[in-house]
């Protein structure tokens, strides 16, 4: 479970631009691109209508690939790490020293994930165009709005047996 979400987050990293390819399938847009990318089936239709060149398709291609790539070492070390730790009892020698050094890489993994993250996307976006620029932004821009309404339907809404219905 935990290589699954692990792996999805690595790759929804690596696109930077999951929430648009999520608005995008909120509209009915195409689903097309790159389906199935690493198993997980995440939607690229922010990439479809961003009308990419083969080029541009190419070059964010191999951006995700070698980020992928150039982090399945450290997720490996980290995953035996935490096996190493299941491993142990509570009263064993050093189960303190051990929990205190997985939170550290555990830490340390956020962070370089973050850090890849913003890296990740600032090559995207440097393959676009400005004019495919300005649409990403259009749709983030249209992604918050959709979001601000759901919020507004939401509270004028309350689920039955919620905590704002009672």
Known sequence: MRKNVTLGL???SAVALAPFAIASAQD???HGGWHGHGGHGAPFGA????????AQKASIKQIVQGAFAQGKSQREALR??????AQLTPNAA????AANSLAQAEAA???ARVLQRAN???????????????QLAQFKAD???????WEQFKAQHPAPGSSAAQ
Do not use: C, H, M, S
């Open 28 to 30: 009915g847009g195409p």
């Open 109 to 111: 993994a956020t962070q």
């Open 120 to 134: 990740i996307r600032a090559q995207i976006y440097a393959v676009l165009t400005p004019a495919q620029q300005a």
């Open 80 to 85: 035996q790490q935490r096996e190493a730790f």
């Open 143 to 149: 992604r918050q709005a959709r979001r601000q309404q």
């Open 10 to 12: 690595l790759l929804a």
């Open 94 to 97: 050093g189960y303190q020293a």
């Open 47 to 54: 990439f479809d209508k961003l009308n990419l060149t083969d």
